[in-house]
């Protein structure tokens, strides 16, 4: 797989953000992916080096939609614990 495939998007939300502060950033991966992957991805397209890795798959929800019932599929998010004084520009704001 290409780093570009493991690497989906980052999750950005008010959890997320507060974070950040401990040198820790969230992505979506694929549902492939395994921690030695998310670890050259994050080597690949950012250039740091990761210190700590945690992969937590998440459940697909169920939600309805008048007279029916779906599923939102399932899907894995990684958080990304850096070492102090490295920083991912991505998420630093302008």
Excluded at 40 to 49: P, Q, S, T
């Amino acid at each position: 797989m290409d780093a570009n495939d493991i690497i989906i998007r980052p999750v950005i939300s008010e959890k997320t953000t507060e974070m950040m502060g401990e040198n820790k950033y969230v992505f979506r991966v694929s549902l492939k992916a395994n921690k030695l992957m998310v670890r050259r991805a994050i080597n690949e397209i950012f250039g740091v080096k990761p210190e700590k890795i945690n992969i937590i798959r998440v459940r697909g929800k169920e939600k309805r939609l008048r007279y029916r019932t779906g599923k939102k599929s399932a899907w894995k998010k990684a958080i990304v614990t850096l070492r102090s004084g490295q920083k991912i520009e991505i998420f630093e704001s302008q």
